[in-house]
């Protein structure tokens, strides 16, 4: 529990590892990097910038998911903030944008939270709310307009590079190691599997879990916000209607890939990320291959299919069956 | 919990707000407007219908905007491309989709799984799966559309009555007997209520999930097939989202989602909510379309919330007692 990468994470890598040796045999150049002022190109760089965005929503996911909650409304939240930001781009500072695109998706989290903590809602339902208005006051602040910009310190967030790296492929880095410093530098990551394995013990046991809640939802809105920041960064633009269109499904996806239960409880910062880009090297895969990439979500909905399968509980069951009926045959 | 039942109050709500779109409007008050409200709003009263028993038994189905799409590639292909008589092709996806539903209710039910994830997969599955059927719009031309869009009855001040409109009405009146006097409808209320004392009291849960998962996936292919009438076409990106709508209409209709508590009359109430607040916004012509995703979102939260209320007060005597004997 105090290192970052436990030792369950082998399936993970292993499915990455597969899914990066079947991207080689169906393009021979996806190993290769070359270096061009001062940033490195190739498709792997190509896939770490791309899953960007679902690794930064992972990353806030996976706390809600780890108290048994869910957040439907990261994709509406990163339309809000993309818009935000873009609309601020080209008339205020770089400090300005992001402090109001970032206070966005702290409001944002502040209210599912206030939803699912003290309200008691169900998270689907609560985080349900925003994701249908959310997109409408994206559309709000837009005017219904594709809002673009030039603004050069924003646009650095999209096209720039840190040490090599793409800067949205270090701002996730930097988040991740931030999280997990935070997370499980102190006590506050075992305080939040608590609350989700059983919130009522742990109320019982003086876990503030109310305050858990609601942190684990802000921080989800400040992940999502930032992921909309570097959306709008890539594409020099906001879009109401499609900045981040289903991505809370695919952050969904990959926290599950990642191996936290559903249910709460144990969780992993590392892996939700892994999982982010274990879906990302499978769309990159899938786009090189020449497929249409309308198969992308026919192998997303296997690949759920035989993550949920393996978690489930009824199946778990049988597998320790059938080891116990190995073991007293031998 | 007895003294306001939310399906009055979404009646009042329902009234009410009509009442004053009609005096800003005075023209909303006509068949004829009420009529187009029923055949726009057709497939999401059907496919409302089936999310209300899958909500009521404590589940909730996202695949259904995914089962739509899917039903209008299909049928257009069907009837354009393969030379198949409409009919055929009716009852080929209907019978896809019902299979479609019992999958994944057999899915949820045999391994334990959250119907939330397991729909979302499902969701996933037929939109690819209508993706790789065609990703271009397919217009269909076969004469039974022609016939059914142009049947209507008359109702007096000029309103038509559509053919889809009658089926959408027609399967809420179904679908509210159903689930209120047979036992089918009985046993769903129960399993929604605890899937334990379902159990105990002699319910097949697993086979009342198929079915009730099958009824709302074979509930969004008649959706499709009714959508494919609406659009004479099919696309691959229809209906995208369509599983929030149904979602926030059977919220706003008063049922329960977490289950045990709900009606089919409740859910037509919601979705007759959602395309008064569009016709508003169509009528006003200075608002923009993204008022009906605000107007919906801040309707649903205080439909919840209500029921937030509803519930707490139900519950405080027992939490009361509990709370006395410790």
Same mark, same amino acid.
């Given at each position: 529990m105090t290192a970052l990468l436990p030792r369950r994470g082998l399936a993970q890598i292993l499915a990455l590892i597969v899914i990066l040796a079947v991207d080689r045999v169906v393009s021979p150049q996806f190993f290769d990097l070359r270096l061009q002022d001062g940033r490195l190109f190739g498709s792997l760089i190509d896939v770490l910038n791309r899953g960007t965005p679902v690794a930064l929503l992972s990353l806030g996911m996976v706390l809600v998911i780890a108290t048994r909650g869910i957040? @439907?409304?990261?994709?509406?939240?990163?339309?809000?903030?993309?818009?935000? %930001?873009?609309? @601020? %781009?080209?008339?205020?500072?770089?400090?300005?944008? @992001?402090?109001a695109a970032l206070g966005a998706g702290l409001i944002c989290g502040l209210w599912n939270g206030f939803l699912v903590a003290v309200l008691g809602m169900q998270p689907i339902v609560a985080t349900l709310i925003l994701m249908v208005a959310g997109r409408g006051i994206a559309q709000l602040i837009t005017e219904g307009r594709i809002v673009t910009f030039s603004s050069p310190d924003l646009v650095w967030f999209g096209n720039g590079s840190i040490l090599g790296l793409p800067v949205s492929v270090a701002i996730a880095l930097g988040?991740?190691?931030?999280?997990?410093?935070?997370?499980?530098?102190?006590?506050l990551g075992l305080l939040i599997e608590a609350t989700g394995g059983n919130a009522r013990a742990s109320e019982l046991a003086g876990v503030g879990t109310r305050a858990m809640i609601l942190a684990v939802y802000v921080w989800c809105g400040v992940c999502a916000a930032l992921a909309g920041v570097i959306a709008a960064a890539d594409i020099m633009g906001a879009d109401a209607n499609n900045a981040g269109l289903w991505l809370e499904l695919d952050a969904i996806l990959a926290v599950v890939i990642g191996g936290t239960s559903l249910f709460g409880g144990r969780f992993s910062l590392v892996l939700a990320v892994l999982g982010a880009l274990i879906i990302q090297t499978m769309n990159t895969g899938i786009l090189l291959s020449g497929y249409p990439p309308e198969f992308n979500l026919l192998v997303k909905a296997v690949v759920v299919l035989a993550v949920l399968l393996l978690q489930s509980p009824k199946l778990s069951g049988f597998a320790d069956v059938v080891t116990r009926l190995r073991r007293t045959k031998a | 919990m007895k003294g306001l039942p939310p399906v009055l109050i979404t009646a009042i709500v329902l009234v009410a707000g $009509?009442?004053?779109?009609?005096?800003?409007? *005075?023209n909303i008050a006509s068949t004829r407007v009420v009529g187009n409200l029923l055949t726009d709003n057709a497939f999401l009263g059907i496919v409302a219908t089936g999310m209300t028993f899958v909500i009521i038994s404590g589940g909730i189905d996202l695949s259904v905007g995914s089962v739509i799409g899917f039903t209008t590639v299909f049928v257009a292909l069907a009837i354009e491309r393969w030379g198949m008589p409409p009919l055929v092709a009716f009852v080929a996806i209907l019978a896809l989709s019902?299979? $479609?539903?019992?999958?994944?209710?057999?899915?949820?039910?045999?391994?334990?799984?959250?119907?939330?994830?397991?729909?979302?997969?499902?969701?996933?599955?037929?939109?690819?799966?209508? $993706?790789?059927?065609?990703?271009?719009?397919? *217009?269909?031309?076969?004469?039974?559309?022609?016939?059914?869009?142009?049947?209507?009855?008359?109702?007096?001040?000029?309103?038509?009555l559509t053919a889809v409109a009658i089926i959408m009405l027609a399967i809420v009146i179904g679908g509210a007997l159903l689930l209120q006097l047979t036992?089918?409808?009985?046993?769903?209320?129960?399993?929604?209520?605890?899937?334990?004392?379902?159990?105990?009291?002699?319910?097949?849960?697993?086979?009342?999930?198929?079915?009730?998962?099958?009824?709302?996936?074979?509930l969004a292919g008649i959706a499709g097939i009714v959508f494919s009438f609406y659009t004479s076409a099919g696309y691959s990106l229809s209906a995208v989202g369509v599983e929030l709508d149904t979602i926030a209409a059977v919220v706003i209709g008063g049922t329960l989602l977490t289950g045990g508590q709900g009606s089919v009359i409740g859910t037509f109430l919601g979705v007759l909510i959602q395309g008064m607040i569009q016709t508003y916004i169509n009528f006003d012509g200075t608002l923009s379309s993204w008022w009906t995703k605000i107007a919906t979102g801040v309707l649903l939260f205080a439909f919840i919330a209500l029921q937030q209320g509803l519930v707490a007060l139900a519950r405080r005597p027992v939490a009361k007692r509990a709370g006395a004997v410790s």
């Open positions: 957040d @439907l409304s990261v994709g509406a939240v990163m339309a809000i903030s993309g818009a935000i %930001a873009a609309s @601020l %781009a080209d008339s205020h500072s770089l400090a300005v944008v @992001l402090a988040m991740l190691i931030l999280t997990g410093a935070v997370v499980r530098g102190s006590a | $009509f009442a004053l779109c009609a005096m800003q409007f *005075p019902a299979a $479609f539903g019992a999958a994944m209710g057999a899915v949820i039910h045999v391994f334990d799984l959250p119907p939330f994830i397991v729909t979302l997969a499902g969701m996933f599955l037929a939109r690819g799966a209508s $993706f790789l059927l065609s990703t271009e719009s397919v *217009p269909i031309t076969a004469p039974v559309y022609s016939t059914v869009s142009d049947f209507a009855l008359r109702l007096p001040g000029g309103g038509r036992r089918f409808g009985a046993n769903v209320y129960a399993l929604g209520g605890s899937r334990a004392t379902a159990s105990l009291m002699g319910v097949a849960v697993g086979r009342m999930t198929v079915k009730i998962y099958m009824l709302s996936s074979l």
